[in-house]
């Protein structure tokens, strides 16, 4: 039987819920062995268990990660045991044994198939198990009397492989030709005036060229862009000079497959802030696409008032992936990539409530986001007011093109190189995500130098805190903590080091959408390391201890102040270290002292702070580590 997920379920979070006899862990050699009736439910980061009594949910009695499972598998039942202990199966983790009981061998299966369906990407998975139950301090299948000692039967792959690999699978490269049936024509070299003109880009994705006018595509191979012929269409060369094909310069489709590039991708919008925007909308067919639970995933979020013209209806919907890796959302509609699937169904109801028919993007007057020629026609901008102001210059409210807000970065002659402005924008012009600060253009051509970006209304991150911080609920300064951490691990997964990640450096949107800002500071790296010269300036209380040492950075330094950030967000606004200057906080860090514990922080929460801070940067979690640990939390 094919392995699917339901999409309401995993929209809700929830994969499978049950009510299973549950055997107590026994994690002391003294503990008694009792069985319990528990209501289990299984979600995309970790399985929950309750009390459950009298048919209804009580208290939440345990947890265990999705991704601290190493086996799921079934026990054999033990002699004479009664009937509703007939059918148990063990779920193993860390070094425990979570031992359940289904009330058949159908739903038994059941729950085997779809957990060893969400564990397949663990990295610690056992090849080994015992069949027998570990009691009074040894398996009974083997006699071990270590509970963590190395399992006596082999797993069948075989049997435990999921029928059904939800990744998407990676499209198959066209056959090679044989070598005596290839012609390759050398192009002429491009000439000295030509060169700075040719850009090179990297195929994202694999292309099968559709006609001998066309040119295959290798995902992550480099090509020279030749000549624009319209916003579409490209002429396009490889870096060896040559191509295949009838035509020495092959003609290629430029329109983005990228999800990040269209208007109606919100990124990690979490479902209760989704449905929020779509219903503040209020119109018939609003959606957004933003990411699943699942990793790697998308959801569809799709507002009508069809079912209730009143209050409107708001449904989600999983981004499917078929066997031969193409997209669908109602399964006899496939294609090739997301926006397709997307084009289609503004068109086309097909199953879904409605038509996908306005992108619910959070501020009208957005300006769009600019991919050609960085610099702007100063003309085109009229400054507003006055929005902050430091050491660099001021930013400024303005309006491009009469209809769009931006905020404008003016750099005072004198206060900063032209070179090290390029550098700033050089960096952002590199980046590109939906937690991330946008980028618009540059003004270069005279001073006061501009950077033009887009409006974020609420400001900085720090004195919305400082301001708001109160009127905030929990699951809000989570929701925060998250963008951020998302923006980080998109800037983590580029190989770019922000080095100056705090609360002053993100920006807050009309909608609490927090991005992060001021990328001055930025470095793209090959190795994940930079040392800076001495007597490089880096804010003291948010640095990790390699850091205040060496001036050694990388991504697990800006991990660190990440921890530091989230200290701020939870303390809403203090300042860290507040009593001492940066010699003493310097001092302090080298000899383990730690921010303490934010009030409106959990003990299981402070621990995530915690592990930002370990000394050795590679006992750091990475950002996307740290985005699926705080995805835990927003789930329960």
């Known amino acids: 039987m094919a392995l699917a997920f339901p999409a309401a379920h995993v929209n809700d979070l929830v994969i499978k819920e049950g009510i299973l006899l549950k055997m107590s862990q026994q994690k002391k050699k003294i503990s008694p062995r009792n069985y319990k009736e528990r209501l289990f439910i299984l ?33 054999q039942p033990e002699d004479n045991s009664p009937v509703e202990r007939q059918f148990p199966f063990q779920i193993v983790h860390d070094e425990f044994i979570l031992y359940v009981f289904a009330k058949d061998d159908d739903s038994r299966n059941d729950w085997l198939e779809v957990l060893k369906q969400v564990i397949r990407n663990n990295t610690k998975l056992l090849t080994k198990y015992h069949r027998g139950f570990w009691t009074d301090g040894k398996f009974l299948c083997c006699g071990q009397a270590a509970k963590t000692a190395p399992g006596c039967t082999v797993l069948n792959t075989e049997r435990n492989s999921p029928e059904v690999n939800r990744t998407p699978p990676h499209k198959p490269l066209p056959p090679i030709p044989p070598a005596e049936d290839t012609e390759r024509t050398a192009l002429p070299p491009i000439s000295e005036d030509r060169r700075s003109s040719v850009k090179m880009v990297v195929a994202r994705y694999d292309y099968k060229a559709d006609g001998p006018h066309e040119l295959n595509l290798l995902k992550g191979t480099k090509y020279h862009i030749i000549e624009n012929d319209s916003n579409q269409w490209c002429k396009i060369r490889d870096t060896q000079g040559t191509c295949s094909g009838a035509d020495t310069v092959q003609h290629i489709s430029l329109k983005s497959v990228r999800v990040e590039d269209y208007p109606w991708y919100v990124g990690n919008l979490s479902r209760v802030r989704a449905e929020q925007l779509l219903r503040e909308k209020g119109k018939e067919g609003s959606f957004v696409v933003r990411d699943s639970s699942q990793k790697g995933m998308y959801t569809v979020s799709l ?39 997307i084009q289609y169904h503004q068109l086309n109801g097909a199953g879904l409530l409605t038509r996908l028919r306005h992108p619910a993007i959070t501020n009208d007057n957005k300006a769009p986001s600019v991919y050609g020629e960085w610099e702007l026609c100063r003309d085109e901008i009229t400054l507003l007011q006055e929005l902050g102001s430091g050491q660099f210059g001021v930013v400024q409210l303005a309006v491009w093109k009469g209809k769009y807000k931006v905020a404008i970065k003016m750099v005072k002659e004198g206060s900063m190189s032209s070179d090290e402005f390029i550098e700033e924008a050089q960096a952002m012009m590199k980046l590109r995500h939906p937690k991330l600060v946008t980028l618009h253009g540059v003004c270069t051509d005279m001073f006061p130098i501009y950077i033009v970006t887009e409006f974020m209304s609420n400001g900085c991150l720090l004195d919305y805190l400082k301001n708001h911080g109160k009127e905030l609920q929990p699951s809000q300064l989570l929701d925060m903590c998250l963008d951020v951490c998302d923006g980080m691990t998109y800037l983590e997964r580029e190989q770019f080091i922000h080095r100056d990640l705090a609360a002053r450096n993100c920006l807050v ?41 060496y001036t050694r950075f990388s991504s697990k330094s800006d991990v660190w102040a990440f921890g530091v950030l989230m200290w701020e967000v939870y303390t809403l606004g203090k300042k860290p270290y507040e009593l001492y200057d940066n010699a003493q906080v310097a001092e302090m860090v080298s000899q383990g002292h730690r921010l303490y514990r934010p009030q409106l922080a959990t003990a299981e929460l402070y621990q995530v702070f915690g592990s930002c801070w370990h000394e050795l940067p590679e006992e750091r979690p990475s950002f996307q580590q740290l985005f699926e640990l705080l995805r835990a939390f927003q789930d329960e």
């Not at 009143?310 to 496939?334: E, F, I, M, P, W």
Request: some cysteine; charged content about 25%; proline content about 3%.
């Open 43 to 75: 979600k995309s980061h970790a399985l929950y268990y309750y009390e459950y009594d009298k048919g209804k949910k009580g208290a939440k009695k345990g947890n265990v990660l999705i991704e601290r499972i190493c086996c799921v598998e079934r026990v």
């Open 303 to 341: 507002f009508s008032q069809a079912l209730d013209e009143l209050n409107g209806t708001v449904r989600h919907y999983l981004v499917n992936v078929s066997a031969d890796g193409k997209y669908y959302l109602a399964q006899k509609h496939l294609f090739d990539s997301i926006p397709q699937m």
């Open 509 to 549: 949107d009309q909608d609490l959408t927090v991005k992060v800002s001021d990328f001055g500071m930025a470095r793209y790296v090959l190795d994940d390391q930079y040392t800076s010269s001495v007597g490089t300036k880096f804010p003291v209380k948010w640095a990790a201890p390699e850091v205040l040492n």
